[in-house]
DNA sequence: AAAAATAGTTGCATTTGTCCACTATTTGCC
DNA sequence: GGCAAATAGTGGACAAATGCAACTATTTTT
């Protein structure tokens, strides 16, 4: 049993258990509310509600032709998930898919002249919101956080070191 | 247009664009790699999946008494989301709920001896994963991150620097 | 030539989040 | 005292996202 505090009326009063030491929910708190924020931000925009719209559609402006189980990779979904993503932008007139000549199984993603002014659009929108949401962490220490994750980040989706 | 990379058949040919350098962007997914390992790791647990039902209870359990709305701040739900949350625990025989004395409009929630055991149980599993997660970050950078998004976190929902 | 692996699709069940309207209670103001 | 506004919680509807598993097509292995 923890350490007792009892009926707490406001938030003030409350610590956080465990959890006050707890990195995970750091990340998946401040996940909430970033994600809400950029929404917010992207109101109608076509990409707007859940990850994986923005970074499908940048990393297709500037890798194109590449795969959607790629994408899949780098946002963490499965297939399934990609495909339906996928689907989504293409209706939207954002993405176009054909076949790859050498791996007849595989596709490759191009984006629609649509598509490409909107990744324009919105590429600045993005880094924007994510200094403005997080701008009362000074500068230096967001760098520190950033760089930190990224690491973490490419450990866990094995990408290696050199980028090429 | 940013620079071209193309037709990239494996994750090491990527470069993520701007989100390279957006702190969001790897919140974003990092929560998802997190929330996909804790679920698992408490699979068939009753608290399982989705934000919220882990720090609800133990919430409950170190603050007997607290309300609904208190949790709702803390875990960025709103009202409805919350009651819903709180009705699921209740149907599981982990809370208990009755209508506080003083303010007839508030609720006051409890953890039954089934929720309390969970808890009991939880509270090391959940800092665990966390550490274990993030293995592959030093102590030392895990603690710094920790540091910064905690106080991020508390700017946000409004908890004041004092724990009383 | 058969078996296994890979890429993508489809259907389904479950969850989740959000928006909005509605009730009950309390507080503040005149 | 009494009315209006704020606060706590509930309930419904609806749109999405998620995850799982089964299925096709193509390539690679053996």
């Given at each position: 049993?923890?350490k007792?505090?009892?009926?707490?009326?406001?938030?003030e009063?409350?610590?956080?258990?465990?959890?006050?030491?707890?990195?995970?929910?750091?990340?998946?708190?401040?996940?909430?509310?970033?994600?809400?924020?950029?929404?917010?931000?992207?109101?109608?925009?076509?990409?707007?509600?859940g990850?994986g719209?923005?970074?499908?559609?940048?990393?297709?402006?500037?890798?194109?032709?590449?795969?959607?189980?790629?994408?899949?990779?780098?946002?963490?979904?499965?297939?399934?998930a990609?495909g339906?993503?996928?689907?989504?932008m293409?209706?939207?007139?954002?993405?176009?898919?054909?076949?790859?000549?050498?791996?007849?199984?595989?596709?490759?993603?191009?984006?629609?002249?649509?598509?490409?002014?909107?990744?324009?659009?919105?590429?600045?929108?993005?880094?924007?919101?994510?200094?403005?949401?997080?701008?009362?962490?000074?500068?230096?220490?967001?760098?520190?956080?950033?760089?930190?994750?990224?690491?973490?980040?490419?450990?866990?989706v094995?990408?290696?070191?050199?980028?090429?």
């Amino acid at each position: 049993m923890p350490k007792m505090m009892s009926k707490p009326t406001t938030i003030e009063h409350v610590d956080l258990d465990v959890l006050e030491d707890t990195l995970s929910f750091y990340i998946r708190t401040m996940n909430i509310a970033v994600s809400r924020d950029l929404d917010a931000r992207l109101d109608g925009c076509d990409v707007a509600r859940g990850t994986g719209k923005i970074t499908t559609l940048l990393l297709v402006d500037s890798h194109p032709g590449i795969r959607p189980s790629v994408i899949a990779q780098i946002i963490m979904k499965d297939r399934s998930a990609m495909g339906r993503l996928i689907e989504q932008m293409i209706e939207h007139d954002l993405l176009r898919r054909q076949t790859s000549a050498s791996e007849r199984r595989a596709q490759e993603l191009y984006v629609t002249p649509k598509g490409a002014e909107l990744a324009a659009m919105i590429r600045p929108i993005v880094t924007k919101q994510s200094k403005d949401f997080f701008s009362f962490i000074a500068e230096e220490e967001q760098a520190q956080v950033m760089d930190i994750l990224r690491r973490a980040y490419r450990k866990m989706v094995g990408m290696t070191g050199e980028k090429r």
